[in-house]
């Protein structure tokens, strides 16, 4: 068994797509990013990539490779996956935290839930997300300027 942590965060910005799972949330601010932003799963990535022993997620896919501007981050997830796979370990189970001071995300965690298992073949149940603010302080991430995500997972030897 093999544990990984990761994180990341987005700064925010008017008249961007927002995307957290692998689901556009209706916001008036999205992420600053090179890809399509979605910080829960950068986080995710982060996570497997670590607990398979292997590097972070800016040395498989840089932010100066022009392969991946604007690419939805599923399909990194999917190419990290089988990465992760090749080295003989499977998926036991996901835990994760979004932190976002608004929108409201209850109403997207089980669209979340549905695109990360369909992007990781891995059953919903395995996939835990949690939605949280800011509670209007930690600077950006408290005035909605930011989004913060975290992942843990645990891996199997096959």
């Not at 490779?65 to 998926?91: A, G």
């Not at 608004?102 to 992007?119: D, F, R």
């Not at 989004?147 to 199997?156: N, P, W």
Request: proline letters at 4%; hydrophobic letters at 40%; aromatic letters at 4%.
């Amino acid at each position: 068994m093999r544990i990984g942590n990761g994180w990341d965060l987005h700064r925010l910005e008017e008249g961007r797509t927002l995307v957290l799972g692998g689901v556009e949330i209706e916001s008036p601010k999205g992420a600053v990013a090179h890809s399509d932003g979605d910080a829960l799963i950068h986080a995710m990535i982060d996570a497997l990539l670590g607990a398979a022993g292997l590097a972070d997620i800016g040395t498989y896919f840089p932010d100066t490779d022009p392969t991946y501007k604007d690419i939805d981050s599923r399909v990194l997830l999917r190419m990290t996956n089988d990465l992760v796979r090749e080295k003989d370990y499977d998926i036991v189970n996901f835990d994760t935290t979004i932190v976002l001071q608004s929108p409201k995300l209850a109403p997207y965690i089980p669209l979340m839930k549905e695109a990360l298992s369909e992007a990781l073949d891995l059953d919903e149940d395995c996939i835990g997300i949690k939605a949280k603010t800011a509670e209007h302080i930690l600077g950006e991430l408290g005035t909605g300027d930011a989004v913060m995500a975290s992942a843990v997972v645990l891996l199997e030897e096959r």
